[in-house]
Structure formats: structure tokens, C-alpha cells
């Protein structure tokens, strides 16, 4: 069984604050998503990452796989009221079209 | 633009009730997937499409059955609902290569069994 774990669950800072959220686990990841969820919405995908030690950068977003590809951090640089959401890292831990959710961090930036 | 629909944002139904949840995806994707979403707990999958009239399940299939009768449509089915089946239930499609496999969502149906 491949056990997932995404922290802190919840986050509330300030805008222009950073923050960062892990996603681990005790197995390998193949390739590893991060999405986006916003109130009342489906989650929308915000990058992949697939080689081990890949960094990605959109805008303010810094995502890191880690160099074992068990680990991802997702960095957010001067946080910003619409940063606010629930992001979720989803592996795939072989190949197949399914991916597994992690429980989510619940992050709100406080204008 | 690309678009995911579910049937209803909101749904109460009663204990014993059959529930349809329907979905509809326009981008010609082979794979589609149903997944409740409880706080804490993430996404999980209940079933999921590959292709036309075939399924598999996914972590949490008990009490629920699925129907894919064409590409575009995949209906979720609570045979007899009951309270601990109240949840937001996300649907979503996906491409079997290319795309780096980008799921993408419905907006949801929050279903309360009563």
C-alpha cells in the first residue's frame, strides 16, 4: 500500500508572506501533478513533474521533485488573495492513467 | 474551451433512493473517472473509464455502480443512498497519451442523503 501524506494540512498568512507544501511518500513516484482547487470549483492542474530533482517555476510558484522522486514541494513567493485555495499533489506510481490524491493543504492569504 | 459538465451542483435525496450523477466531457477523451471528495481525505476514486463500456474500480466502489455507453458520457449510480454517501462528487476526463495525463474536472455535485 503506498501511503501519501501532504502538509501542513492548513495554511493562513498574510499577502506577501511565503509559504511551502510538502507531499510525501514511502514509495516511488513514476511522475507527480499539482492542481489547484478553488471554492466551488474542480481542481485545475498546475504543473508535472517527472525527473527526479526537476524544479518548475510558474510566476510565483516553485515546485521541486525530489532527487529520490518520493517528495515534492510545491513554494509560493509573496503570496497573493488569489493564491487562496486547496492545492493537491497527485502521484502516479506506475504507469496507467490513474493518479492518486493527496488529502490537500487548505491555503488562505489574508489581504 | 475545453469543458467537463456535471448534471447538478446540489442534489438532496433521501436513504433508499437510486441516484444518477451524469457527466459529460467535449473533449473526445478516453479516460473519464468519478471521485468523492471529503474533507482531510482528498480526491479518492470510486470507478473509472478507459473506454467505451469499460470499466474499472477504483478505491472505493462499494455501494456505487458506473455506465459508459458512449465516449462522451459517464454516469455515477448509487443503487440504494445512504447518509455516509453525502459528498462532493467530482467528475473528470482525461487523454490516454500525451497530455502528461492532465485530468481535468467538473465543477461537482454536492449530494446530502437524508
Known amino acids: 500500500t503506498q501511503l501519501l501524506e501532504q502538509s501542513p494540512q492548513f495554511l493562513s498568512i498574510q499577502e506577501g508572506e511565503n509559504l511551502t507544501v510538502y507531499c510525501n511518500s514511502s514509495s516511488v513516484f513514476s511522475s507527480l501533478q499539482w492542481y489547484r482547487q478553488e471554492p466551488g470549483e474542480g481542481p485545475v492542474l498546475l504543473v508535472t513533474?517527472?525527473?527526479?530533482?526537476e524544479v518548475k517555476k510558474l510566476k510565483r510558484l516553485t515546485f521541486q521533485f525530489g532527487d529520490a522522486r518520493k517528495d515534492s514541494s510545491l513554494h509560493i513567493t509573496a503570496a497573493q488573495p488569489g493564491d487562496t485555495g486547496l492545492y493537491l499533489c497527485a502521484p502516479r506510481w506506475a504507469a496507467g492513467n490513474k493518479l492518486t490524491f493527496g488529502g490537500g493543504t487548505r491555503v488562505l492569504v489574508k489581504p | 474551451d475545453v469543458k467537463v459538465t456535471q448534471s447538478s451542483r446540489y442534489l438532496v435525496k433521501r436513504t433508499g433512493e437510486k441516484v444518477f450523477l451524469e457527466c459529460v466531457q467535449d473533449m473526445d477523451h478516453e479516460n473519464m473517472f468519478w471521485y468523492r471528495q471529503d474533507p482531510g481525505l482528498g480526491l479518492r476514486l470510486i470507478y473509472f473509464s478507459y473506454d467505451v463500456k469499460m470499466k474499472e474500480k477504483g478505491d472505493i466502489p462499494e455501494g456505487y455502480s458506473v455506465s459508459r455507453e458512449k465516449k462522451e458520457r459517464f454516469s455515477l449510480i448509487l443503487e440504494s443512498a445512504s447518509t455516509n454517501q453525502t459528498s462532493m462528487y467530482l467528475c473528470?476526463?482525461?487523454?490516454?497519451?500525451?497530455?502528461?495525463?492532465?485530468?481535468?474536472f467538473g465543477p461537482g455535485t454536492r449530494l446530502t442523503v437524508l
Open positions: 513533474v517527472v525527473t527526479g530533482g
Open positions: 473528470a476526463s482525461s487523454r490516454t497519451s500525451g497530455g502528461a495525463y492532465e485530468q481535468f
